[in-house]
């Protein structure tokens, strides 16, 4: 085939795509507050849903963060976005399960935690909310789900969550409007190498 025969093709089938993708634009019409949930065991789950909050901030939204923390240290995200204008950030827990190993103390952070979330939740000055890690409070029965997808159902119309965390249940799954599960193909952690700043934390 001559070259001329190939850009001949090209041409046509690009146009018959932008055919296709003006028509799906043209149909994805709605507006509406999402649900996004970040699940999996791959990395790249609580830093996904904190390049949303920058974006957010991008665009003069308001911005809340509430972190369920599994085990925790001083993080970057926090260090930076706790300088900028537009953002709340809440660390409601000190380190769950394999550090504290007090279930009851869990259970009360976790609803204590919820009480600010929900504070949140309820706010519609607040266009973007961050629940961080917050699979694991339900996966281990400290807050109920049923609950939590209730308040999370009734926020401002316009408002956007994102869920973090492995192992999200199937009733969160099911309530979201987006669900990215994240595959670990390969962590350097198993490698040997620790937790590098900028990176990991
Ligand atoms: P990140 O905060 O880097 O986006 P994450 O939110 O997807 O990671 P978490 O399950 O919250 O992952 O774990 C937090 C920490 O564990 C991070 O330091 C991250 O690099 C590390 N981590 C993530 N996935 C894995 C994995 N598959 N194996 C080992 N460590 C991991
Ligand atoms: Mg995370």
Redo the contacts with the bound molecule.
Sequence with gaps: MSDSDKNARHADRMARKKAVIDTAIAHADQEKGLLLV?T???????????GMVARALGYGMNVGVAQFI?GRSD?G?EAFFRRQPGVEWHVLGEGFTWDTQDRERDIRKAREGWEVARRMLADPAVNLVIL??LTYTLKYGYLDTEQVLADIAARPPMQHVVV???GAPQALLDAADTVTE?M?VK????AGIK??PG???
Excluded: C, V
Aim: a neutral charge.
């Design positions: 970040l999996g065991n791959g990395k790249g789950k609580s830093s996904s849903a904190f599994k993080t995200e961080d890690e973090t965390g492995r994240l670990d962590h350097a952690w198993r937790a590098q990176i990991d934390l």
